[in-house]
């Protein structure tokens, strides 16, 4: 899998937009952005990923460059509650991966967001 | 329905015991994932479990070892206990085989502490 890139910490303000950035230059063809959150104490949560379009769901949106080199997930009213460690990780997604490979989710140092109040 | 469930979720053992961890995935999940986070080397793979094998392991010594049952129901074991083992052990269920919807969802954890 790419090694992505994270800035260790970041602060947004309560009811702002949090911009979170993430450097993946060596991705390859086949492989997805995808980003958790991990809320202290607690498992990791599935936020979104993507290939090259951008995302939007209803947790957050994925913006991809077009050389798909970086990407930013963005929180569009930051609260309280999303104050947690942010992953970004590229990999191949599992259903194009054939039997046998390895499947799992390799965690970077992700970026601390801190939403205050 | 209802989430991925890890028992116990708070545990405290001795150096040299063992120990086993239960995790519960999503009910139609079929695979089972486990990790372990610590401070110092973060969130580490150690084992994925589909239709009760052992599909892929992560560089853990033989000490830590898993099984699934054939309701997926997945138990990890780790023997001969040591002071570096105390970690927070996550697992993730996922439905594991072709789809698009094969994204994992994490427990809350069990948090193991060896003194």
């Known amino acids: 899998d790419a090694k992505t890139t994270q800035p260790t910490s970041m602060d947004c303000a309560e009811g702002r937009a949090a911009n979170l950035p993430c450097n993946h230059s060596?991705?390859?063809?086949?492989?997805?952005v995808y980003w958790y959150r991990q809320i202290h104490s607690q498992g990791p949560q599935y936020i979104i990923h993507?290939?090259?379009n951008n995302e939007t769901n209803e947790m957050a949106s994925l913006i991809i460059t077009e050389d798909r080199k970086s990407s930013t997930l963005i929180l569009p009213h930051a609260t309280l509650r999303d104050t947690a460690v942010y992953y970004c990780?590229?990999?191949?997604?599992?259903?194009?991966?054939?039997?046998?490979?390895?499947?799992?989710?390799?965690f970077g140092s992700g970026t601390q967001l801190t939403v205050l109040p | 329905k209802a989430g991925v469930t890890q028992t116990p979720r708070y545990l405290i053992k001795t150096r040299g015991q063992q120990v086993t961890l239960s995790c519960s995935p999503i009910s139609g999940h079929r695979s089972v994932s486990w990790y372990q986070q610590t401070p110092g080397q973060g969130l580490q793979f150690l084992f994925e479990y589909f239709s009760e094998t052992q599909r892929n392991k992560g560089n853990f010594p033989g000490r830590f070892s898993g099984r699934q049952f054939s309701n997926s129901r997945s138990e990890m074991n780790v023997s001969t206990l040591e002071l570096g083992d105390s970690a927070l052990y996550l697992c993730?269920?996922?439905?594991?085989?072709?789809?698009?919807?094969?994204?994992?969802?994490f427990g809350q954890g069990t948090r193991l502490t060896v003194v």
């Open positions: 060596t991705i390859s063809g086949n492989e997805y």
């Open positions: 990780i590229v990999r191949v997604p599992p259903h194009l991966i054939s039997s046998g490979s390895a499947r799992q989710l390799t």
């Open positions: 993730a269920s996922s439905l594991g085989k072709g789809g698009l919807n094969t994204e994992a969802f």
């Open positions: 993507g290939l090259k």
